[in-house]
């Protein structure tokens, strides 16, 4: 017996200031709350966060925690707003995405990453009888041309300017 089910996609674009970065990726227990504030708080005594963990069965109620009343807030708002299953969403000042991805990625319940970025993001959830889950994202814009010696002099540069290469 084959069964149809259907499918519909959602764009969700995520709401956040400029200077503020976002990681959204996907886990599946609840502990994943604290493990992932546990990940964070180690990182920086500077780094501000706020994290949402969308819970997929149970109460399935979008469990939250982080450092900053702000960015808690934000990241509950924008977990309620993608409603995926076991997705979460990290908000972050004072720090950088790449300050944390390591951390963030060996927490035991994490499974993936879908993006980690400053810039504009729209999610986009499949939506099927059983529930929502993110199917991909849009990160940024898409590119304006391919950069030049000049270009590779100048990325050369910043990345020794602000620490990251010697």
Not at 8 to 20: A, G, H, L, R
Not at 48 to 70: I, K, Q, T, Y
């Amino acid at each position: 017996m084959t069964t149809t089910t259907t499918l519909s996609w959602d764009v969700v674009s995520i709401d956040k200031p400029d200077e503020v970065n976002v990681v959204i990726g996907q886990a599946h227990f609840i502990k994943t709350v604290e493990d992932l504030h546990e990940a964070l708080v180690g990182v920086s005594a500077a780094l501000r966060f706020g994290l949402a963990f969308c819970e997929a069965s149970g109460p399935r109620l979008v469990r939250r925690s982080g450092n900053d009343a702000e960015l808690v807030d934000l990241a509950t708002r924008n977990a309620l707003a993608i409603a995926a299953g076991h997705c979460f969403v990290i908000f972050l000042r004072e720090g950088f995405p790449v300050n944390v991805l390591n951390p963030v990625k060996a927490v035991p319940e994490v499974c993936r990453i879908y993006c980690a970025t400053a810039n504009p993001v729209d999610v986009v959830v499949a939506v099927t009888p059983h529930g929502r889950g993110i199917g991909a994202v849009v990160d940024g814009q898409t590119p304006l041309g391919v950069e030049t010696d000049r270009d590779v002099a100048e990325r050369h540069d910043l990345l020794r300017a602000i620490g990251y290469k010697l």
